[in-house]
Structure formats: C-alpha cells, structure tokens
C-alpha cells in the first residue's frame, strides 16, 4: 500500500533532517537513537546515516557499524516487550501505522515454526523489522532465539555496510550515486522475494 501525500512528505523531511546530522557532533549519537528507534517504531531506518557518517571518516565505519547492530538490537527489545505487554494496544497502533497488518497476519499463526528465519530476513532486508520484533513477543518467542536471529541479520547488513565503506570509502559513495536508482528497485525486489519466502514456509 503506498503512503498518503502528506504522510509521504513528512518522511521526507524527517528523513532529511536526519541526515544533516551527518554534517554536526550529533551524529553518532543521533545514530544510535535512530538505531534504537527503527527497531521498533521509528519510520527512518538508520542506514543512510550509517553510510554519511561513514563516508565522512572510513576509520571509524566498522565502529559505528557496530554502535548501529548493537542499538538496533537493544530496540528490537523493546518492540518484544511491546508485543508481551502491550500488542493490543501499542503493538497493533505501530504495525498499523506501517500498513503491515496484512503482513502480520501472514506469518503471526507459524511464527514459533519459522520465527528464527522470520526476524533473521527481517533483519537483514528491507522487510519491516520492527513487525516481526513485535510478532516475536506477541508469539511467546523464546528471547534467546530473538536476540540470535537479530544479531546475525542487524550485524551482517550494518557491519556489512561499515566493512565497505572502510575498504572503498568514497567509491562506494560513487557507486551508490551512479546505481542508486537500481540499488533502491534490488532492495524492493529483495523485500518482496522476502515476503514470498515467509509466506512459503509458513
């Protein structure tokens, strides 16, 4: 489902105020809390961040890479909470917000089947994590199985990113330039393929 002109416009300007910050001595701490916040409720995800404070100092992409796992995680907490405490009420106002009702509805029956490959793909791809963080603690998930699945896809897609931008640095800034347009489509087509996955293992 796509967003609403006016919802569309002030993520727009909330994503670009974000990443001013790459530009002031708020950055990484204005990182972390996007970091945090995505895993959970927040709409902006804290990669492009990730990428300019990067790109700003290569030496300093794997640190923040893994300043960014570490808080996306703890966040992903909080939205287990969430979904043990308060589904019905918080739980189901976010993943209503996000248009994924459908989504969670999908895989909310078989989640303690699939749900180390569910918050693993949710992890890792565009698809929206903080769904299936909620879904975790609304399943019953055991913690230690959450945490596991969400280290390994948080981990491998922002150190990932970080491992890049410390042996490219502004080629990948060059790279991401030129193919932004494509990189933008592959990202949906892996969400997308994603989606399919879950629905089939389910």
Aim: proline share 5%; glycine share 10%; hydrophobic share 55%.
């Amino acid at each position: 489902m796509t967003e609403s002109p006016a919802k569309e416009g002030w993520l727009k300007r909330l994503y670009q105020r974000i990443l001013d910050e790459a530009d002031t001595r708020r950055g990484p701490a204005v990182l972390a809390a996007v970091s945090f916040a995505e895993s959970s409720f927040f709409p902006i995800p804290p990669d492009p961040l990730l990428i300019a404070l990067g790109l700003g100092n290569p030496k300093r992409a794997i640190p923040l890479a893994l300043m960014t796992t570490v808080a996306s995680v703890a966040g992903g907490l909080l939205g287990y909470v969430i979904g043990v405490w308060a589904f019905d009420t918080i739980g189901l106002a976010i993943i209503d917000f996000f248009n994924a009702r459908e989504t969670y509805d999908k895989v909310a029956e078989s989640f303690l089947e699939i749900g180390f490959l569910a918050v693993l793909a949710a992890a890792l791809t565009p698809i929206p994590y903080k769904v299936f963080t909620i879904a975790a603690g609304a399943a019953g998930m055991p913690l230690v199985i959450f945490i596991s699945a969400s280290l390994l896809g948080r981990g491998a897609r922002f150190v990932g990113e970080g491992i890049l931008i410390r042996i490219f640095g502004d080629q990948v800034k060059e790279f991401i330039d030129r193919w932004f347009g494509w990189l933008t489509l592959g990202a949906l087509l892996l969400g997308i393929l994603g989606f399919f996955a879950l629905k089939f293992l389910g």
